[in-house]
């Protein structure tokens, strides 16, 4: 795992050229509230969206919704653009897109301006991850 500080970048391109990496190695997790008011977290790479139907299905629930951001901040001690698993407030569920699998990829360090990078296989282990098709070209 490393940490790295980069310039606030203003799209996805620009920030995966600061980071020296293509757009498809950043991953944005994404927290997401279930109808009972619990959460989980979504892995998806870049260029890619969250398919809903698709996470609701792996989920097994008929709601999802991405959170107020109020919301997301008490959910995860974390400001939207700098969520991750790692230290979390609580260790919400975690759900891996099957494209991340066997890459290194660059996610949010939970502050603004910084980028984690970690092994995909190795953040899908040490969380017990579900991995599986849950998303959808932008």
């Known amino acids: 795992m490393e940490i790295v500080e980069r310039p606030q970048a203003r799209s996805l391109a620009e920030a995966a050229a600061v980071l020296g990496i293509e757009p498809a190695d950043i991953v944005k997790t994404l927290v997401v509230k279930r109808s009972d008011d619990t959460y989980l977290f979504a892995l998806i790479p870049g ?4 398919s809903w139907p698709k996470l609701r ?4 629930v008929n709601k999802l919704r991405l959170p107020e951001a109020e919301l997301a ?3 995860t001690g974390y400001e939207r653009g700098t969520i991750t ?3 979390s407030t609580t ?4 759900f891996a897109d099957e494209t991340i ?7 949010g360090a939970g502050a603004h301006g910084s980028s984690l990078f970690v ?3 190795d953040l899908i282990r040490a969380y017990d991850a579900t991995v599986a098709d849950i998303s959808a070209p932008e």
């Open 91 to 94: 260790a919400w569920p975690v």
């Open 73 to 75: 901040l008490a959910a």
């Open 47 to 50: 260029g890619r969206s969250i």
């Open 119 to 121: 092994d995909a296989d």
């Open 85 to 87: 698993p790692l230290g």
């Open 101 to 107: 699998v066997g890459r290194r990829v660059a996610m």
């Open 57 to 60: 299905a792996v989920v097994g």
